[in-house]
């Protein structure tokens, strides 16, 4: 069974950082693109970064581009998401997400695994 485990997130200041961790078992992760995804209270989970399997490619939403970093380590089945520069709306719960095997995106939703998610707050 497909297990992700968050970490890392937290209370941060407005222009701070956070790097949320991601570990993964119970499946071959280094063949899976992976994605990290958030949602704020009372609002619609939201994509915000992509990594293909080998790490070759990665995406991200408008909003993050340029302050967030995803990485991945696929000889410890870890994902990361190095937040810098943080904002009050980046406050949202962030999760970690699998694609499913046969997807060629790397780009919006459709997992068919993700974690528990953890808290990012950011107080302005």
Do not use: H
């Not at 790097?19 to 899976?32: E, P, V």
């Amino acid at each position: 069974q497909a297990q992700l485990v968050e970490s890392g997130g937290g209370l941060a200041q407005y222009g701070g950082s956070l790097r949320l961790s991601c570990a993964a078992s119970g499946f071959t992760f280094s063949n899976y693109a992976m994605a990290w995804a958030r949602q704020a209270p009372g609002k619609a989970l939201e994509w915000v970064s992509g990594i293909r399997s080998d790490g070759s490619d990665t995406r991200y939403l408008d909003s993050v581009k340029g302050r967030f970093t995803i990485s991945r380590d696929n000889a410890k089945n870890m994902l990361y998401l190095q937040m810098n520069s943080l904002k009050p709306e980046d406050t949202a719960r962030y999760f970690c997400t699998r694609y499913p095997l046969e997807a060629t995106r790397i780009v919006g939703l459709g997992y068919d695994y993700w974690g528990q998610g953890t808290q990012v707050t950011v107080s302005s």
